[in-house]
């Protein structure tokens, strides 16, 4: 492993992922130096001496290759540039998962919400998540209770691209009642953390991996929040980071969407109410000032509508067989089964059998 | 009674309320000559000569005697001066009940919305138009089915001022399932109309009357519409008349909270959750460009606020002993009885054999 890496994956055991000291080191001096300094631990960074101590970088690095993580750099095709551009980025990013990172979250949405939501929102979060993932849109959300948990379901139920960003290390299941969902977002999606395997999830860094959520997704959707809620702290690190944000109204009898009215009368999010009004919203956002320095055209962008809509009609992990797309897109066979011949030339579905699937997110098999 | 008068009463008989011809001819010539021309019929005028044929508006007069209305004109004291300023005033107001219009509509907010109301909807009507009573607001609306019967119920239940603006004549309750509840409002607070006695009600008629209750108030506040909700007409003239809207959110899971979500999508309409929502809209309102020239100082406003507490604790129509203000101001009786000294002072309530009430609004003991 290069020593970049190996000295990112040592930063996020060190220090906390908002450590202002360790930003401002990282920034002058690069990733080994910064570790070399914390390590040497003069002056203010003698605060650093307990965890150098019992720093294993190694051993966090068996841990992480045990459950099937790897550590993603700036640089890495894995890396999300979107990541790199919010104000206090993460050292590294622990990931576990089959899909890959950067393409996962190129089309990504964060749905987030209270952790005691009622029936109305987690059947608004499924329905959201479930609606985004069919259209080809990842779900990103932090695995908690509630409406996290059904965010990550919906996407799932429709063998869509789910994310879950953790607050402590991508190996420790947290909340552990969300122990079968996690592993199946990591056996199926993606389990992400900023903090080294072994750290556990504390106060400081849910509110830190908030801003992950908000800053790797182009836009943040609150399905249900109380005044207090936590999701109200992700809608701010969307705001700083300069990503839209909707909020899905509900009772005005129901305190759990208090924070949601709140969000919309202070002019901060836009009231969305249908997947559709959620893709309006963060597909203004990918057409202007969040990414205007890429200049990259994906192949499915401007496609004809009815190419467009049997595109959305192939799943991205099962395959189906030409007259169940047909029955989706509801045109005749030869006119589905051309368009198929289209978007298979650009690369954007493939056929196996006589079935077809969207061409499949590139795997990483290898940690690091 | 003087002839302006009984020209506007013939007017409201002989034209639709925003018919262009007969507006441009009234501002050109004024009431009197219009109906003399109106009678003569010649040129495009002579559409109205079966409506002139059976004209009799001294039989209109006598109907409205009969359930005690009255026509207020533009110059009466009882003309609310707002009503005066949109773009299609009325040609004269047809009113029955015991309050002074202008008074009462000083200080009001339209409550409207759909007539097939969820039961979500009709308690939000009722709550708020009930919290917007308990502050002095009088409650205008359409005497429909669903929202508007809740917000007509949920001021009279806590005795406050309400105003019924029907599509048809202020004799004629309708609907007439509604009959027993139009009755009360003509009793304990005000039943208006712009068509005269014996007017049925018409489809555009509905269409016009909701611009008067757009614009005899300071705010319009939907609380359930569905997308093709005649309310959603109510907005547009609320908007046209540079009125504020508020809109009440409801699960996006009901069709019936559609158009209020749309409303506030498209910026037409702030979210509003509570009275004090409702109260902040509609007083920014009167403190900006919509009724800058009155240069009018109301008694109550900046009282302090232990005083304007006392104020709103007393009822407009009932009166209260000392001890029930005291219970529900929460103060020390000597304190209470101090600021209703002030209050009296200020005249802006009265005593009567130990028990107090809000200054009654001026009566008025005959028609026109």
Not at 76 to 100: K, M
Not at 140 to 156: E, M, Y
Not at 246 to 262: E, Y
């Amino acid at each position: 492993m290069d020593a970049d890496r190996f000295a990112r994956a040592a930063l996020s055991r060190l220090a906390e992922p908002c450590d202002q000291e360790v930003r401002t080191l990282l920034d002058e001096v690069g990733p080994v130096e910064a570790v070399v300094r914390i390590r040497a631990g003069s002056g203010t960074l003698a605060r650093f001496r307990p965890r150098v101590a019992s720093l294993d970088t190694e051993r966090d690095l068996d841990i992480a290759a045990k459950v099937g993580a790897r550590v993603v750099v700036p640089g890495d095709d894995e890396w999300p540039e979107r990541l790199g551009g919010i104000p206090i980025p993460p050292y590294c990013v622990w990931v576990r998962g089959p899909l890959d990172l950067a393409e996962t979250v190129e089309r990504s949405v964060a749905v987030v919400g209270s952790r005691t939501a009622t029936a109305y929102g987690e059947q608004v979060a499924a329905d959201l998540a479930a609606g985004l993932a069919r259209r080809g849109w990842s779900v990103v959300s932090g695995a908690a209770f509630g409406i996290d948990g059904s965010a990550h379901r919906g996407a799932l139920a429709v063998d869509g691209a789910t994310v879950a960003v953790l607050a402590g290390g991508v190996e420790r299941p947290y909340p552990s009642g969300h122990a079968t969902l996690i592993s199946r977002i990591a056996r199926d999606g993606l389990v992400v953390s900023e903090v080294a395997p072994g750290s556990a999830p504390m106060k400081s860094r849910f509110l830190a991996r908030n801003r992950l959520i908000a800053g790797m997704t182009r836009g943040t959707v609150v399905v249900e929040a109380d005044l207090r809620s936590g999701s109200r702290n992700t809608v701010k690190h969307a705001i700083e980071a300069g990503r839209h944000v909707g909020a899905v109204p509900g009772p005005i009898t129901s305190m759990t969407s208090s924070g949601c009215h709140q969000e919309i009368r202070d002019g901060r999010a836009v009231l969305v109410t249908s997947t559709e009004e959620v893709i309006d919203l963060v597909g203004d956002l990918g057409a202007d000032a969040c990414e205007p320095a890429r200049g990259l055209v994906r192949p499915e962008d401007g496609l004809p509508p009815l190419d467009a809509s049997v595109l959305e009609a192939v799943p991205f992990r099962s395959a189906l067989p030409l007259d169940a797309v047909v029955r989706s897109v509801a045109q005749p066979p030869l006119v589905v089964r051309a368009a198929l011949g289209r978007l298979e030339r650009l690369g954007l579905v493939t056929e196996s059998a006589g079935t077809w699937r969207k061409r499949p997110q590139r795997r990483l098999t290898t940690a690091g």
